[in-house]
Structures are given as C-alpha cells and as structure tokens.
C-alpha cells in the first residue's frame, strides 16, 4: 500500500466515522425509544434531588423528533427541542472544520453568549420546577 492509498484511506475513515456514530445513536433511538426501555442512563439531578434539571427529558424530546412528534417533545424538553436546530449547526461547522484538520478554537462562541446561555438554562430550570398550584 502506498503513502497516498494510506493517506486517502486515512481521510475517508476520518470523514466517515462521526457520522457513522451519530447514524447509530439516531437508529438506537428510533428502535429503542426511551420511554419504553430502561437501560437509558438516568439523571443523577433528578434522582437525588427530584428536580429536573436542563437537560432532563431531552433525551426523549430527541426520540420524539424522530417520530415526528414535535409536540411530545416540546412537553419533555423545551429548552432542548428549540436550540436543536442551533446545536445541529454548530456541529456541522465543526465537522467540516474537523474533517479539514483545521482547528476549532474560531468556533468558540464569545463569552457574553455562554453567560445568555447559562441565565437561559437557569431561567428555563426555575420554571420547569416550580409549581403551578402556588400561583
């Protein structure tokens, strides 16, 4: 095998495996649904302490997607199921920028949007587990 056969080969096995990871997460999902098996990891947040954290449920918003069902999933993660679109397409930039070997520190988002992203996930905390019987 040639330095340029092993290179080419490199290049695609890096090109293909973090879809090929993703493809089998999103088949696990659809065969698997998380509201009806058990072997899903579960939210220590929520089994010490009750309360649901930012990401609770967003699991089962993700499989809810995938069925179609956009309703069920805004019920089990709202936060989760409006910023997907954000998350897809930042993960798609640093695909690309991975699969060019450039780095991917440009991507990083400056400060001031993680603080809004912190106050949001905080904000969508607090009103997820406070009840609505004490208004």
């Known amino acids: 095998m040639t330095p340029a056969t092993h290179s080419r080969i490199a290049t695609t096995l890096r090109a293909a495996a973090p879809p090929a990871i993703l493809l089998s997460i999103l088949t696990i999902l659809l065969r698997f ?16 302490l009750k ?11 993700l499989a809810a997607l995938l069925r179609g069902h956009l309703i069920e999933a ?45 106050a949001l996930a905080a ?3 607090l009103f997820r587990n406070l009840s609505l019987d004490s208004f």
């Open 74 to 118: 805004l019920h089990f993660n709202a936060l989760a199921t409006l910023l997907l679109p954000v998350a897809t397409v930042y993960g798609i930039l640093c695909y690309k920028r991975w699969v060019q070997c450039r780095p991917l520190h440009s991507l990083q988002p400056k400060p001031s949007i993680l603080y809004a992203a912190f």
């Open 33 to 48: 649904p998380p509201t009806q098996n058990t072997f899903y990891p579960r939210c220590p947040v929520h089994e010490l």
């Open 123 to 125: 904000a969508f905390t």
């Open 51 to 61: 309360l649901q954290c930012p990401g609770c449920g967003a699991t089962r918003a």
